[in-house]
C-alpha cells in the first residue's frame, strides 16, 4: 500500500467491443488503500468504481490484452523531460553549448524547470526561470 494515489490511463491498442476506440480511453486512480476508479473520456464520458482495484479492472476493461494500464508517475514525466532537454554533444564528445532538444543556451529554461524541486504536476512559466537567464 501507497501514501498516495496512483495516477494512470487506460489505452486501448485494439477496439474490440467497437465503443470506446483506441488509444488513451479512460483515466484512473489507484487509491492507496488498494481501491480504483476510473474516467471514461469521449462521447458517453462516465465514471466507474473498482473496489477490487486494478485487479478488476484488467479482468473487466484488459480484453486478453487488447487494453493497457500505463502509470502517470509525474516524477518520471519530469525525469523523462529533463533527459529530452539535455546539452549537445557529438560523437567525440564536444558540446554546442545549445540544448538538443529545443536549442536554446543550456541550461534551457524546460531543462531547468524539469529539475527544480517544484511540485512535480506544476504547470511551466517561462517567467518562473527568466532570472537564471539573463
Known amino acids: ?14 477496439d474490440i467491443s467497437g465503443v470506446s476506440g483506441t488509444g488513451k480511453v479512460a483515466e484512473g486512480v489507484i487509491f492507496s488503500d488498494g481501491e480504483a476508479v476510473i474516467h471514461w473520456l469521449g462521447t458517453w464520458p462516465t465514471t466507474t468504481p473498482h473496489p477490487a482495484g486494478i485487479v478488476s479492472i484488467k479482468a ?56 527544480t524541486d517544484r511540485g512535480p504536476i506544476a504547470t511551466w512559466d517561462p517567467a518562473d526561470d527568466e532570472a537564471a537567464h539573463q
Not at 1 to 14: A, G, Q, S, W, Y
Not at 69 to 98: C, F, Q, W, Y
Open 1 to 14: 500500500m501507497t501514501n498516495k494515489p496512483t495516477i494512470f490511463d487506460l489505452v486501448r491498442d485494439t
Open 60 to 115: 473487466v476493461h484488459g480484453h486478453g490484452g487488447a487494453t493497457r494500464i500505463v502509470l502517470n508517475d509525474p516524477a518520471a514525466r519530469l525525469a523523462r523531460i529533463a533527459d529530452a532537454h539535455s546539452k549537445s554533444g557529438s560523437e567525440g564528445g564536444m558540446t554546442g553549448g545549445d540544448c538538443d532538444e529545443c536549442g536554446h543556451a543550456w541550461p534551457c529554461p524546460t531543462w531547468t524547470w524539469a529539475t
